[in-house]
Nanobody, 123 residues
Framework: VQLQASGGGLVQAGGSLRLSCAAS??????VAWFRQAPGKDREFVAA???????TYADSVKGRFTISRDNAKNTVYLQMNSLIPEDTAVYYC????????????????????WGQGTELTVSS
């Protein structure tokens, strides 16, 4: 199983960007985005359970949207109103099992991880 993240880049504050994560030929029950800023731990950004709800970190709620195209086995993260604090390497993750809501923001809930794509937001 491979997860291939793409779409990162350099964006000015206030701008938008969409990240993509292509999974190799599978549809997962749980998918998520995490991010890791320099010198910081990896943190939860957003998650989606198949045929169910989406969950967001408070820091991105209202600005980021996670979505998935099951036909393409691809997960997206639409990021609007970007701020410098969003600068990080973004990782997509996927779970075989159907994650319970309380575990969606936890790294161990996910079985597979992409390689990361870097976002830099300039002020």
């Amino acid at each position: 199983v491979q997860l291939q993240a793409s779409g990162g880049g350099l964006v000015q504050a206030g701008g938008s960007l969409r990240l993509s994560c292509a999974a190799s030929g599978r549809t997962f029950n749980g998918v998520a985005w995490f991010r890791q800023a320099p010198g910081k731990d990896r943190e939860f950004v957003a998650a989606h359970r198949r045929n169910r709800d989406s969950t967001y970190a408070d820091s991105v709620k209202g600005r980021f949207t996670i979505s998935r195209d099951n036909a393409k086995n691809t997960v997206y993260l639409q990021m609007n109103s970007l701020i410098p604090e969003d600068t990080a390497v973004y990782y997509c993750a996927a779970s075989n099992n159907y994650p319970i809501s309380s575990s969606l923001a936890q790294l161990p809930a996910y079985d597979y991880w992409g390689q990361g794509t870097e976002l830099t937001v300039s002020s």
